[in-house]
């Protein structure tokens, strides 16, 4: 008798555990923002389809710098009339800069996201002619899984 109690015991707790789990279908897989190496992995992403607007021309490029200016500063683009940049990142360069603040924010205030800094190449170019080079540091935020940049704006 008591040994049949144990079976059924164990019979009972098989099928209780056996109701409570769950199988999900598919592979696991490491997330891919919301860390520093999954949100690395949207920054590239991020100049590579910026670099790839650039091959379209002025326009297309303008309209990803639209599409892609951080949301609290939408206010802020500029026009880049026809200059065309093309921007190497140094992807061995980035780092969080998590004190940084745009220079033309007049109220002090931080970004939302996590803002990061690297070092990058820019080329300027206008009707395919090279007008400039120049080596920089560019911030670039990601924010609910998605990287945002900050319209350049030329300069005299």
């Known amino acids: 008798m008591r040994r049949t109690r144990r079976r059924l015991a164990v019979a009972a707790l098989g099928l209780l555990l056996a109701g409570c789990s769950t199988q999900v279908a598919g592979r696991p897989s490491p997330a891919t ?9 949207l920054v590239e992403q991020y100049f590579t389809d910026l670099n790839a607007s650039a091959d379209d021309g002025a326009s297309t490029q303008r309209d990803f710098l639209r599409r892609t200016q951080h949301p609290d500063y939408t206010d802020r683009l500029c026009d880049l009339g026809d ?6 990142p140094a992807m061995s360069t980035f780092r969080a800069d998590p004190d940084w603040v745009p220079p033309e924010s007049g109220s ?10 690297l070092g990058v190449s820019i080329s300027i170019r206008q ?3 090279l ?3 120049q080596i920089g540091s560019q911030r670039v935020v990601v924010l ?10 030329p300069t005299g």
């Open 33 to 41: 923002s919301g860390t520093p190496e999954g949100d690395r992995g």
């Open 83 to 88: 200059l065309i940049l093309r921007i190497e």
């Open 108 to 117: 002090g205030e931080r970004p939302r996201g996590t803002v990061y800094v």
């Open 127 to 129: 009707q395919g002619a």
């Open 131 to 133: 007008l400039g080079e």
């Open 144 to 153: 609910e899984g998605r990287a945002y940049g900050f319209s350049p704006c």
